[in-house]
T-cell receptor
């Protein structure tokens, strides 16, 4: 069974803290994605990676960085958390671009609150 | 990138049929996805259309018209468990890895 896991379901951090969100997939997928989801704004792409050590900016990369040292793991880093980064963060993976077999599989999400 | 538009909310009665529309810009089109997302859960894949026409999967069907930049998701014999948000998403361009999601349509099924 396809599996994308995220390190925490709920996280509370203080302004200015460095925050790591981890995502692991067991499907040997090339592509991995980080989104945030906010009411009224929908899912917005932060960063994605199509190969180990490769990364591309999405629509809203400011304030975030990512790391992909191994194929199965994609980390999202908030260098200095701010209250406007309070959100639901969703990780996803897909086999490759294009085609019906390349749907994205999502993890359960991490609800991050920054105080 | 894509510009995806869908209604914010819809309400339908148990046992009925509901159609959720989605429009997108046609430049760089490379297929359209529909996802279902229950409150507090992750989105799950429902369908993918890349050719014109209707694709049926049990109670759910998805339609695409590439020339009109239009898709819809059709849900038949509605059940209470179909209450969820339905997300329309398209690739940002030919060969793109990036999906652009619509803001989602929150469907409420009432008895």
């Amino acid at each position: 069974d396809v599996k994308v896991t995220q390190s925490s379901r709920y996280l509370v951090k203080r302004t200015g803290e460095k925050v790591f969100l981890e995502c692991v997939q067991d499907m040997d997928h090339e592509n991995m994605f980080w989104y945030r989801q906010d009411p009224g704004l929908g899912l917005r792409l932060i960063y994605f990676s199509y190969d180990v050590k490769m990364k591309e900016k999405g629509d809203i990369p400011e304030g975030y960085s990512v790391s992909r040292e191994k194929k199965e793991r994609f980390s999202l880093i908030l260098e200095s958390a701010s209250t406007n980064q309070t959100s639901m963060y969703l990780c996803a993976s897909s086999l490759q671009a294009g085609g019906p077999w390349n749907e994205q599989f999502f993890g359960p999400g991490t609800r991050l609150t920054v105080l | 990138g894509q510009n995806i538009d869908q209604p914010t909310e819809m309400t339908a009665t148990e046992g009925a049929i509901v159609q959720i529309n989605c429009t997108y810009q046609t430049s760089g089109f490379n297929g359209l996805f529909w996802y279902q997302q229950h409150a507090g859960e992750a989105p799950t894949f429902l369908s993918y259309n890349v050719l014109d026409g209707l694709e049926e999967k049990g109670r759910f069907s998805s339609f695409l018209s590439r020339s009109k930049g239009y898709s819809y998701l059709l849900l038949k014999e509605l059940q209470m468990k179909d209450s969820a948000s339905y997300l329309c998403a398209g690739y940002s361009g030919a060969g793109s890895y990036q999906l652009t999601f619509g803001k989602g349509t929150k469907l409420s099924v009432i008895p």
